[in-house]
């Protein structure tokens, strides 16, 4: 079953060592390696724990002298591939998951390695491909699974995003509306002031999420930079309730806090706006008033003129 | 009271056979295939209105006995009709006797999933049988039925439409044999309405796998500790079966040694390194996503996560939630913490536990300074946690208890730590230094907890900075939540409570 399967035979190998920190287990790996340096089961345990570890360059090394003491061991292809692209070898992970798919092509994770090392390259269709496939291939794909699917679409082009888009609404459709991916979602929305769209998202999150003080908030925002000032009022006001509705000790959380504060900021933003919408209409209104007023004025004028030149060219009456 | 080893077949079958409804006499099968999961269960109380059409003396599709005894006659058992909510083990005057063979049951029951309306009871049997579970407010009268179709040998039913923070009694099996359980053994009680205050007890064991004396003898001084106070649900913070989470080690390490809890309370899981070794939380497979039922959608309280890897659940005023250090992407925009900043700003609930398996502070045998998957928790998850009010973190990973002060802001090295992070560095004891307190005026503090010596003891230097007590003995921890108190106390292997604090909320 995958690279897991070497995973439990190195953890089963390693039972005297599997306890203490990282490092001490690494030394001791260290100690039996002196002895010992080409068993390729202790390098790969080694390689596993500098993995652990994050320490990916010695990960690399490790996985890369154990299969050359035992290429046939299982499923060690597949973690060098993976340590190759955490230490930034995007190439050399890209080689390798090729190999590991070419024997089995049906690897969700060889996939998912492969798709990852081709956008750090910049191939955005096969990366497209690859994480596709990746979530055919699972069972029960995780969200993470769609939202770098649809990232990697929408990095492909403006013309892409729309395939990214119908990305997470598959992910929606199988996991449910989650917050992870309605967000990324109204952000794509968002990216082409398709507002609309972004609203119609936070509709199909669940209640618990969408009444949510945070989540109000949100809304009031999508709203406002819709032109929707009344609506975006209005939200805004459900917000503060809402928050005003959780328990005094929830309120006052530094989150809480912290989010009353961007309510107020974003109060004043949105009056801010109103002002200066109040202002325009004002504006407008008297522009209309004013046209006429301007122009009867103008008559006036003229027709005084007129009577004025009239009365003097007129000839003076005989007595 | 607890039983050390698992229940072997032939208890299981001798239990099936004092069963109080015992099989006896002829009549029709059990019809098993006209109730969905959950969906069957009739009744005392049973659940919503009579349907529109109900008092037009035919029985609709959409009528049951259930709902509309009007036209379709009643429920009871002995007017001759095998309803939905009768079998031939708990019915046999109207189902008639019982015709399958008895069920042989390899594992379980346990429970999963557990909220104030619903439960999963899960199980294992030797051979494919269709899945049912009988189950009602006493051992005589298990007067609903759920099932799920199919037959298979890993069990899982869904019991719904129950009432919050009650006790029901159930037996389980297949619908055309005698049932298991049914007994003072095999019960639940459901989650108190969500917000509502109820005294609750929850039990926490750390890197319990070993299937060895010790985990045994941590499991007899917890039961021997909490006795007939019971336990309203329990945690375990991953490595829950050495040495790599395989089902075979599963079954030594848990399903072997707590039946007598299992099959009465809910336990609700988070992965540790060890079980990650057979697992995939990117792709929820392996033993340990196999054996466990853990919401994704907010089953039981909480924002959806769309993932067993991670999630929360509600009981009564406590907000939990599970968090994945081993094999989830604990990036602050990643997935996990996106989710996290949503359910806790959605949470209304005044207690607030987090448990995951890699500790953000330690010095045992791992060492929160240098190792990537406890930095990353501290660094990513805490921030999060304590602007929403965390009161308690719970985890495991290195192999003893460590008890933190009471704690704000701390997000670097041990060396880092400096008084102004310490909300209060007594003991908080009532009866020494005083509880450690909440107050509107100062509402940060929570406490750290390593309880991962619930199987083994691996030392370590056992002095970080922030660790108000760390011990190298064996034990697990309690948590008694009442009100606006905490309790947590540290109860060893041989029942002596080794440590004990106090959160109050002013």
Redesign the interface.
Known sequence: ??W?TL??LL??AS?AS??????ERIDDLDRRLATQPDDPELLAERGALYA???QWAAAVRDYEDALDADPTLPGLEHRLAHAAYQSGDAQRALELSARVLAREPRH??AH?VRARAHLALGHHAEAVADFARSIQL????????Y?ELAKAQAAWGADHVDEALASLRDGMQR???????V?TAIELEEARDAHAAALALVDLL?P??KD????RLKRAELLRRAGRLGDSDAALRGALAALDA?????Q?????T??RQQIQDERKTLDALQREEAAAALDSEKRRFEWPLVAAAALMLALALWYLRSRRSSPPRSA | MQRSLSVPAVVVLLAAAAWPGGCGGDGEETNATNTTSGQGGVGQGGSGGSPPGCGDAVCAPDETCANCEADCGSCACGDGDCDANELCSTCPDDCGACTGDPIVVTRGPYLQRGSSDSVVVRWRTAMPRESVVAWGPSTIALTQVATTMGPTTEHEVSVTGMQPDTKYNYAFGAPDADLVGGDDEHYVVTAPVTGTNKATRFWAIGDAGTADQNQANVRDAYLAYTAARGTDLWLMLGDNAYNSGTDNEYQAAVFDVYPSILNKSVVWATLGNHDGASADSGAQSGPYYDIFTLPTQGEAGGVPSGTEAYYSFDYGQIHFVCLDSYDSDTNPNGDMMTWLQSDLSANALPWLVAFWHHPPYSKGSHDSDSEGGLIDMRQDALPILEAHGVDLVLGGHSHAYERSMYLNGHYGNSGTLDNTMIIDGGDGRASGDGAYTRTMSSVQGAVYVVAGSSGKTSGGSLNHAAMFLSLNELGSVVVDVDGNTMDVSFIDDGGVEQDWFSIVKM
């Open positions: 079953m995958r897991l995973a439990i953890l089963l039972v599997a306890h203490g920190s990282v490092q652990l570890d994050e969700a994770d998912l699972s069972e029960t794909p995780s969200p993470r699974s939202r996991l449910g509306p989650l917050v992870s991916l967000e669940p618990l999420v949510s003080p945070l989540w959780l328990p005094q000790s929830r006052a959380t530094p989150a809480m912290d989010l």
